[in-house]
């Protein structure tokens, strides 16, 4: 896990799921993968919204060329364990195959924070929209 993470998932835990910085007033959740090649847990921290009992994350990679390591673990691996506040739960995740659900999805992170609106504009991909069920 990279510094980075490790400071934001400590603050997370030490505060119950509340952090400052560049995800100060966000839904961020912990997601916990096992690593397609490594078979070890590796951990993300993710901007998050909801879609009645789902929680909905999308495989941004702030508008970079390639998905993020995690999404390539959640897609070997689905089984996946989720921190939000003071709860902790495995969960199944799904990547979205519908385009107007996706669009929705994403659509919907927009709204709850503006920079996903940016990453759509610097990649070429369809940045993936995955769907986290307990």
Known sequence: MSDF???????????????GGPFE???LLLLTTIGAKSGEE??????????GDRYVIAASYA???????????LVANPKVVVEVGTEKFEAT???V??????????AGMVEHAEGFAAY??????LIPVI????
């Open 25 to 27: 007033g966000r839904n």
């Open 63 to 73: 508008g970079a060329p390639k998905n993020p390591a995690w999404f390539h673990n």
């Open 93 to 95: 995740a799904s990547v």
């Open 120 to 125: 759509e504009t610097k990649t070429d991909r």
């Open 5 to 19: 993470n490790e400071k934001i998932a400590a603050e997370f835990r030490a505060n119950e799921g509340v952090v």
């Open 42 to 51: 590796r951990l993300s921290p993710l901007v998050y919204t909801r879609d």
């Open 97 to 106: 195959e519908d385009r107007a659900e996706r669009d929705r999805l994403y």
């Open 131 to 134: 769907v986290l069920q307990r």
